[in-house]
């Protein structure tokens, strides 16, 4: 009993210490996140993009990230939105390393003391951390009253990308770098969307070599800055 009684007490404290030292690493304190964002969906006719997301994060550096975008005003579909499930990996924290470029002949600095030092600052004192995610999203696209009321004819006459289907489906894969300041992350993400669900079709007088169906759209991109929270 005394043995056994020695043991648990052992297993306690190594476990006690082992968690002290993961609370003081950066990358083991925080596992959840909330966050927002503003930026372009980028396709023929490029819409506004708001994300609102949130993430957990299983290990360390792998998790779940969800949320809600929302679109307006793109391709004759007046607003929109989809939600994504997507697998994260983030890198740990992180500092760039940079040696100051100084014109020696003239002992000063090439670069302005004021642009280079707040350059300094931002870029190589902050910490910065880098994720990957990639993941489906579900979701849908309301069409604007051109895309319900003109005919095939007239859509034709337009020679431009029509909504084709209101049910949205994309494969997503982004890239976000952020700058950390304690528990706040800012920066800019960016990524591409594989369109599953055939949700835009070209139209013009002079159809494609598909005749029935015209030109799919098949792809749409993203660019967006991004703050979040972590907790």
């Given at each position: ?12 404290c ?5 968690a ?26 490029n819409?506004?993009?708001?994300n ?5 994060f ?12 929302s ?14 499930v ?52 579900i ?14 004819e007239?859509k ?7 909504l ?68």
């Amino acid at each position: 009993m005394r043995y056994i009684l020695i043991i648990s007490i052992y297993i306690l404290c190594i476990n006690e210490m082992t968690a002290q030292i993961q609370y003081k690493n950066e990358n083991y304190k925080y596992f959840n996140e909330i966050g927002a964002g503003i930026g372009v969906a980028i396709f023929h006719d490029n819409s506004t993009q708001i994300n609102l997301e949130a993430a957990e994060f299983i290990e360390p550096n792998i998790g779940i990230r969800t949320g809600i975008i929302s679109y307006s005003e793109m391709s004759h579909s007046k607003w929109g939105f989809k939600v994504p499930v997507l697998l994260a990996f983030r890198t740990s924290n992180t500092k760039l390393d940079y040696d100051y470029d100084y014109d020696y002949e003239n002992q000063h600095r090439i670069l302005p003391h004021i642009t280079s030092d707040l350059m300094y600052s931002l870029l190589f004192n902050l910490p910065m951390r880098f994720e990957f995610n990639i993941g489906p999203a579900i979701g849908y696209l309301h069409p604007n009253k051109e895309n319900k009321e003109l005919n095939t004819e007239e859509k034709r006459k337009r020679e431009d990308y029509f909504l084709n289907t209101r049910l949205l489906v994309t494969l997503d894969a982004n890239v976000k770098a952020s700058f950390v300041i304690k528990q706040v992350n800012i920066g800019i993400s960016g990524g591409v969307s594989l369109l599953a669900t055939r949700n835009y079709k070209y139209y013009a007088i002079d159809d494609f070599a598909d005749e029935k169906d015209g030109k799919i759209a098949r792809w749409m991109g993203n660019i967006s800055f991004n703050a979040s929270y972590r907790f």
